[in-house]
């Protein structure tokens, strides 16, 4: 067990709808970021915050959108859902985000994912 | 922008052998990391590597950097059935964005 939950594990929706995935990093992890993994391909990255504040955005289209709460945690949320954004949707927590520390560790931590379906 | 390739794509062995597999970059690297998911798993990490002709080693993995910071490889001596998985390089996040490679994905017969 990494520490770093997301919820739920599984979801299956219909194209056109809207879902909200969660995310907990470990504790005193301020940054998270959000990967997307289509079966076959590495992760893709999509957005990291740290300390509440979005650090860095991928090529994915405005129907993405993030957020960072106070305490961390950490929503993706996918407006009009395609079937192409059928995935595994993983979240990593780290210490830093990695900018400017090019000599320390930023390992990331993953959670295990939320697995969306989309039909 | 920054791409990572990894090669090859597929890893078959018999449990015992030697695997490798190679990341190349298409600009340098400040550092690269390297990351393993089992099947149905998420992605663990495995080493970072900073500095130019690094070799760490784990057990019977050893990771290298290349001169150039361009391209890294992990190497498994005697491979076992625990071995077996995706094993994915990972570019440094350099203003937020890391940049995975497609991984190999070893699998090892008994």
């Known amino acids: 067990d990494t520490g770093v939950t997301q919820s739920p594990t599984h979801l299956i929706k219909t194209r056109g709808q809207q879902v909200t995935l969660r995310c907990s990093p470990i504790?005193?992890?301020?940054?998270v970021s959000w990967y997307q993994q289509v079966l076959g391909q590495g992760p893709q990255f999509i957005f990291q915050?740290?300390?509440?504040?979005?650090?860095g955005r991928g090529n994915f289209p405005d129907r993405f959108s993030a957020r960072q709460f106070p305490n961390y945690s950490s929503e993706l949320n996918v407006n009009a859902l395609l079937l192409g954004d059928s995935a595994l949707y993983l979240c990593?927590?780290?210490?830093?985000?990695?900018?400017?520390?090019?000599?320390?560790?930023?390992?990331?931590?993953f959670g295990q994912g939320t697995r969306l379906t989309v039909v | 922008g920054q791409q990572v390739m990894q090669i090859p794509q597929y890893q078959h062995v018999q449990e015992g052998e030697d695997f490798t597999t190679y990341c190349n970059s298409s600009?340098?690297?400040?550092?690269i990391q390297w990351y393993k998911q089992r099947p149905g798993g998420h992605p663990v990490f495995l080493i970072q590597?900073?500095?130019?002709?690094e070799v760490k080693k784990q057990k019977r993995l050893t990771f290298q950097f290349g001169e150039a910071k361009k391209n890294s490889s992990l190497h498994i001596t005697a491979t076992q059935t625990t071995d077996v998985g995706t094993y994915f390089c990972?570019?440094?996040?350099?203003?937020?964005?890391?940049?995975f490679g497609d991984g190999t994905t070893l699998t090892v017969k008994p």
């Open positions: 990593a927590s780290s210490l830093w985000p990695g900018t400017g520390y090019l000599s320390m560790n930023t390992e990331a931590f």
């Open positions: 504790s005193g992890h301020k940054s």
């Open positions: 915050y740290y300390e509440k504040e979005e650090r």
């Open positions: 600009t340098t690297l400040s550092n």
């Open positions: 590597l900073v500095k130019s002709g």
């Open positions: 990972a570019g440094p996040a350099n203003a937020g964005k890391s940049t």
